[in-house]
């Protein structure tokens, strides 16, 4: 009964973990391509005579908050994050068991981190807006709040496919270094 609930969940959370991704990934193609437009039409106003983009600097702004946050986690998602070199020193001694545990506590305290922050953070802008545009600052920052739940749920997914492994291993009388 155990094992059933374990695979069910763990089947559940992958599922919502790939619709994460598809919405993280969705995000990041449309920041990446739309910023250096804006940017390059926000240089363009200032110094090119007839246009006129005064919107575009902020729109801009707002658009790299949601392109760090969700290239970040499209990052994580594909392993491509950034290493620091001491710790991967430290990471690279332990059993592959440790270390897979290590990185995944580690990336799901960073996404409660983000979320501890990111909840005061969108109270704190909830009746601002851009300058001239209007747009509702809660939107941009919202990319916080949304990073950090892809984290939590990316380290839950690959916690709960790790004890999944573990106990179909257990079942098999292997050892999970025979998969």
Known sequence: MAVKLLTTTSRLVRAADSVMQAIVGAACLLTAGGVPILA?????????????????????????????????????YRSDHVRIGLADKFINRL?????????TVSMGLLGLGMIVIGVPLLESVKSQSTVILRVPLVIPYSSVLVAGVAFVLHSVARATGAIERRVATSKSGGSENDS
């Open 95 to 103: 059993s592959p068991h440790a270390s897979e545990y290590l990185v």
């Open 40 to 76: 390059l039409l926000a240089v363009a106003s200032r110094h090119v005579p007839g246009v006129q983009a005064v919107w575009a600097p902020e729109l801009t702004h707002a658009s790299m908050l949601v392109l760090v946050m969700m290239g970040a986690t499209l990052a994580l």
